[in-house]
């Protein structure tokens, strides 16, 4: 399909075990973003890439948190050594970027992440 | 910082009832304002944006007026049906910060037959 793709769509893990989650953003958009939605609570900013610029990580939670974006395209979440309080669904969208559609994201249907 | 501050829920309304969900935000620049929803089992969607003051966004029959004076954007809409409850999400987005978003907590809104 042509919208943002996100896998696994579920991921139970241990304590302590490394997850990677997956982002295929829209084809073409430059800018793309990773959210946490805790239950109950909002959206959480946890990073960003902008076309080739260096990405805005001031939302990662913790160093165990990180992310690559490879071509430009895909993106990786990697959360080492996972914790119960990472429990959360995790949410990549992808933005076209500057112009008339700056602002406007398009998101995946994300990784519900449960840490056991 | 910049930021967003959405009315708390969850919100139930009867059917044909008049919504209205506040949006109020702090930011440095011009930033361009948005609702986001979020339907049960779904991802969220763009409902509506204004990129400038005065601007109305209006979208399935829901509006948001970007007042610059109130530093406000609420949400609203004549009369809500069951198929809008969802959870709805004010956001903000500014070059100033890089085109990074902020988005509130959410409105769970229900709305009964």
């Known amino acids: 399909g042509a919208g943002v793709s996100q896998s696994p769509s579920n991921k139970v893990t241990e304590k302590g075990k490394d997850v990677e989650l997956r982002c295929d953003p829209i084809?073409?958009?430059?800018?793309l973003y990773w959210y946490r939605q805790s239950l109950g609570q909002g959206l959480e900013f946890l990073i960003y890439?902008?076309?080739?610029?260096?990405?805005?990580k001031s939302g990662l939670p913790s160093d165990r948190f990180s992310a690559e974006r490879t071509g430009g395209s895909v993106s990786t979440l990697t959360i080492q050594r996972t914790q119960q309080e990472d429990s959360a669904v995790y949410l990549c969208?992808?933005?076209?970027?500057?112009?008339?559609?700056?602002?406007?994201?398009?998101f995946g249907a994300g990784t519900r992440l449960s840490v056991l | 910082g910049d930021s967003v501050t959405q009315m708390e829920g969850p919100v139930t309304l009867s059917e044909e009832a008049f919504l209205t969900i506040n949006c109020t935000y702090t930011?440095?620049?011009?930033?361009?304002l948005f609702w986001y929803v979020q339907y049960p089992g779904e991802g969220l969607q763009l409902l509506l944006k204004?990129?400038?003051?005065?601007d109305k966004g209006s979208n399935k029959g829901f509006e948001a007026t970007y007042r610059k004076e109130t530093t406000s954007f609420h949400l609203e809409k004549g009369s809500v049906q069951v198929s809008d409850s969802a959870v709805y999400f004010c956001?903000?987005?500014?070059?100033?910060?890089?085109?990074?978003?902020?988005f509130g907590t959410g409105t769970s809104l229900t709305v009964i037959p």
């Open positions: 969208a992808s933005s076209p970027g500057p112009g008339l559609t700056r602002g406007i994201q398009y």
């Open positions: 084809s073409g958009h430059t800018a």
């Open positions: 890439f902008q076309g080739n610029s260096a990405p805005d």
């Open positions: 930011a440095t620049g011009y930033p361009s």
């Open positions: 204004a990129t400038k003051a005065d």
């Open positions: 956001a903000l987005s500014s070059s100033n910060t890089g085109n990074q978003f902020y």
